[in-house]
């Protein structure tokens, strides 16, 4: 579920002919690590966008993948990362301390916080509890993320956002897209391992033959090379289904009790917004902020990588990112204050999100369509 350039062009295209040529526009982006950016770039017809607009157009224009590291995988299945140019102009260090919206879980003995990104962890394992490498970002009085200066550097963000569900975070629009702004992904905490209270990475353990399952499965990869057994998938959900395989198969905070993905997601925006070029964290805006949501193509259920395609033929934005949000959540059918990283944007104080009027985020006054957008499995 990505961007197609037919949706990028216009806007490109108008602020181009707006600055009269006098501006620098950058279509940046931090994809997944294992994505292939360059098969992005020719599938969305991006690549060939970029060439068209700057010879025919005049368009000062550039494309940047944010990644400093890829994972790549070996012909043994064992993953490893290699390095890349990144940002050219590099990242800045930007602490937001006791403001994070992570300081409510400061001072709490045996936090701790993971991400996927992280191949120090054993993320198979669910009783396993360790030091990460996210918690050298992320420790009482420090919350720290590593930001890319391109993003800094811009004026303007406009940011454009496809319309889906997600896992982790229940929905994906303008405020969950700015994920793609840090530049390394282990300092960006997404969830906690363990059940509640201290964690958030399941309801409670996995059960034993998911667990087993999912061992055997590494196994089979990283020694034998076998990717994928063919019908495996189908008949272990059919097996579920009448109920001869019982248990949840949450894991890795994909639910609606993540207590931990929100606070990263709002902690990004206001850094976003607040943070000047060096990365000092300012009373006033330093920079506006359009958002684009594409639901032309949308995506509902195990969103972001498991899916299924929507077509809501829909586009939508405005200059504020939860309450663009808001409204795109009224269209999914969704009560916006079930969403964590949209409800918790209410009421913040320092660098706050809204405006101080108050606004009506179930938007009763506007006709918007209701798509019945079908929710993951962790937040049904």
């Not at 992570?102 to 009783?127: C, K, N, R």
């Not at 997600?166 to 282990?186: F, P, Q, R, W």
């Given at each position: 579920?990505?961007i197609?350039?037919?949706?990028?062009?216009p806007?490109?295209?108008?602020?181009?002919?707006?600055?009269?040529?006098?501006?620098?526009?950058?279509?940046?982006?931090?994809?997944?690590?294992?994505?292939?950016?360059?098969?992005?770039?020719?599938?969305?017809?991006?690549?060939?966008?970029?060439?068209?607009?700057?010879?025919?157009?005049?368009?000062?224009?550039?494309?940047?993948?944010?990644?400093?590291?890829?994972?790549?995988e070996?012909?043994?299945?064992?993953?490893?990362?290699?390095?890349?140019?990144?940002?050219?102009?590099?990242?800045?260090?930007?602490d937001?301390?006791k403001?994070?919206?992570?300081?409510?879980?400061?001072?709490?003995?045996?936090?701790?916080?993971?991400?996927?990104?992280?191949?120090?962890?054993?993320?198979?394992?669910?009783?396993?509890?360790?030091?990460?490498?996210?918690?050298?970002y992320?420790?009482?009085?420090?919350?720290?993320?590593?930001?890319?200066?391109?993003?800094?550097?811009?004026?303007?963000?406009?940011n454009?956002?496809k319309?889906?569900t997600?896992?982790k975070?229940?929905?994906?629009?303008?405020?969950?897209?700015?994920?793609?702004?840090?530049?390394?992904?282990?300092?960006?905490?997404?969830?906690?391992?363990?059940?509640?209270?201290?964690?958030?990475?399941?309801?409670?353990?996995?059960?034993?033959?998911?667990?087993?399952?999912?061992?055997?499965?590494?196994?089979?990869?990283?020694?034998?090379?076998?990717?994928?057994?063919?019908?495996?998938?189908?008949?272990?959900?059919?097996?579920?289904?009448?109920?001869?395989?019982?248990?949840?198969?949450?894991?890795?905070?994909?639910?609606?009790g993540?207590?931990?993905?929100?606070?990263?997601?709002?902690?990004?925006?206001?850094?976003?917004?607040?943070?000047?070029?060096?990365g000092?964290?300012?009373?006033?805006?330093?920079?506006?902020?359009?958002?684009?949501?594409?639901?032309?193509?949308?995506?509902?259920?195990?969103?972001?990588?498991?899916?299924?395609?929507?077509?809501?033929?829909?586009?939508?934005?405005?200059?504020?990112?939860?309450?663009?949000?808001?409204?795109?959540?009224?269209?999914?059918g969704?009560?916006?204050?079930?969403?964590?990283?949209?409800?918790?944007?209410?009421?913040?104080?320092?660098?706050?999100?809204?405006?101080?009027?108050?606004?009506?985020?179930?938007?009763?006054?506007m006709?918007v369509?209701?798509?019945?957008?079908?929710m993951?499995?962790?937040?049904?």
């Amino acid at each position: 579920s990505v961007i197609h350039a037919s949706v990028l062009r216009p806007l490109i295209e108008h602020f181009g002919k707006m600055s009269q040529g006098n501006a620098l526009i950058v279509i940046a982006d931090n994809p997944v690590e294992g994505a292939d950016f360059n098969a992005i770039l020719k599938k969305t017809g991006i690549g060939s966008m970029v060439t068209d607009l700057r010879n025919k157009k005049n368009i000062d224009l550039s494309v940047c993948d944010l990644r400093p590291l890829v994972l790549k995988e070996d012909q043994k299945g064992h993953f490893y990362q290699e390095k890349q140019t990144g940002d050219p102009l590099g990242y800045v260090e930007v602490d937001l301390g006791k403001d994070s919206m992570f300081s409510e879980l400061d001072g709490v003995e045996g936090i701790h916080y993971y991400t996927l990104a992280d191949s120090t962890i054993d993320h198979i394992d669910p009783h396993k509890v360790q030091e990460s490498r996210t918690d050298q970002y992320h420790r009482s009085g420090m919350h720290k993320y590593l930001v890319s200066k391109t993003i800094l550097d811009a004026d303007l963000i406009i940011n454009v956002a496809k319309m889906k569900t997600h896992c982790k975070a229940g929905v994906s629009m303008a405020l969950k897209n700015m994920i793609g702004m840090v530049y390394l992904k282990e300092c960006m905490p997404h969830h906690r391992p363990g059940p509640p209270p201290l964690g958030d990475s399941f309801p409670d353990y996995p059960a034993a033959h998911y667990v087993a399952s999912r061992k055997a499965y590494r196994f089979l990869r990283t020694s034998f090379g076998i990717q994928r057994i063919p019908g495996f998938r189908t008949l272990r959900n059919l097996m579920q289904k009448k109920k001869i395989l019982i248990g949840q198969h949450i894991e890795h905070g994909n639910w609606k009790g993540n207590d931990t993905i929100w606070r990263t997601i709002l902690d990004l925006n206001r850094i976003a917004i607040y943070a000047d070029r060096n990365g000092v964290m300012r009373d006033t805006p330093q920079r506006q902020m359009l958002c684009i949501i594409d639901g032309i193509i949308a995506q509902q259920g195990e969103g972001p990588m498991s899916g299924e395609p929507v077509n809501a033929g829909i586009v939508f934005g405005g200059d504020n990112p939860v309450l663009v949000d808001a409204l795109g959540v009224k269209a999914m059918g969704i009560d916006w204050d079930t969403i964590p990283h949209i409800a918790r944007a209410v009421g913040i104080k320092k660098w706050p999100l809204l405006p101080e009027e108050t606004f009506n985020l179930d938007f009763t006054d506007m006709d918007v369509p209701n798509l019945h957008f079908a929710m993951p499995k962790g937040w049904q």
